[in-house]
């Protein structure tokens, strides 16, 4: 991969559910959101199927991959529950994430390297059905080398501590540890022949210096783009981050 290969976009529409769920009913949709990220440029559809569902419902699992035609990235807990979902749904793509009732959005990464035996029996049968597993993980040295030992076939670099940094209004050069941390362990990853991801926290302003980092092939953004998508319509707000990324990589 050069820098100058086209980075992938997914778009995460939990969030329209978090607002029809607020009051109840089915507006908005989730499943029309996807069709307009389509209609956008986005490369595939994010969800989290939380064990709560705080937002993303099984029945909107189900739509989503019957009707969209993109590829559907189910991001959820590595529980016997959501395993069963998944086999049963059969998304393109399964990212397992850490999960805490109690916290308003995932928090860090999944401890791979401690959880390293219960994960590769938890990743066989899904990666046997033909589901690419990810691993969503902090940009550390022994997470990348677990999650290869694992089985996993990408894993999601969490870009939290990155833009938390960029929204305290830090100088460029009091981000370049974060940066090479995640360069570092990107190149890794590749290396190891895991495809890289990365997300969260992510907007028009810190998404740049991510999408950079030329092992990275796809971001998954949310939360901003569902937040811009209330001042200028949700294809408007996908498109100039389309945009953005291709001028980084054209």
Do not use: W
């Amino acid at each position: 991969m050069t820098q100058n290969s086209m980075i992938r976009l997914g778009i995460n529409i939990d969030h329209v559910a978090t607002l029809r769920n607020a009051r109840g009913g089915e507006h908005p949709c989730p499943i029309r959101a996807a069709r307009i990220a389509m209609e956008a440029g986005a490369d595939s559809i994010t969800v989290h199927l939380r064990e709560d569902r705080r937002h993303i419902r099984d029945g909107d699992v189900a739509k989503l991959k019957a009707e969209i035609a993109l590829p559907l990235n189910l991001e959820m807990a590595a529980t016997g529950e959501m395993q069963a979902i998944a086999l049963h749904v059969k998304p393109h793509a399964v990212c397992l994430v850490p999960e805490d009732r109690r916290e308003l959005t995932t928090e860090g990464g999944l401890n791979a390297v401690a959880m390293e035996k219960e994960l590769a029996a938890y990743v066989e049968p899904l990666q046997n059905a033909g589901i690419r597993v990810s691993l969503f993980i902090d940009p550390d040295t022994a997470q990348v080398e677990a999650a290869k030992r694992i089985g996993a076939k990408a894993v999601e670099l969490h870009t939290g501590c990155y833009a938390q940094a960029t929204g305290n209004g830090k100088q460029a050069t009091d981000l370049l540890p974060v940066i090479r941390d995640l360069s570092s362990a990107a190149q890794l990853a590749a290396q190891l022949g895991l495809e890289v991801h990365a997300g969260h926290g992510l907007n028009y302003d810190n998404v740049a210096p991510i999408a950079a980092i030329p092992e990275i092939i796809e971001l998954n953004i949310g939360h901003f783009l569902m937040g811009e998508a209330m001042f200028v319509g949700m294809k408007e707000a996908i498109q100039k981050m389309k945009r953005l990324l291709g001028e980084v990589r054209p």
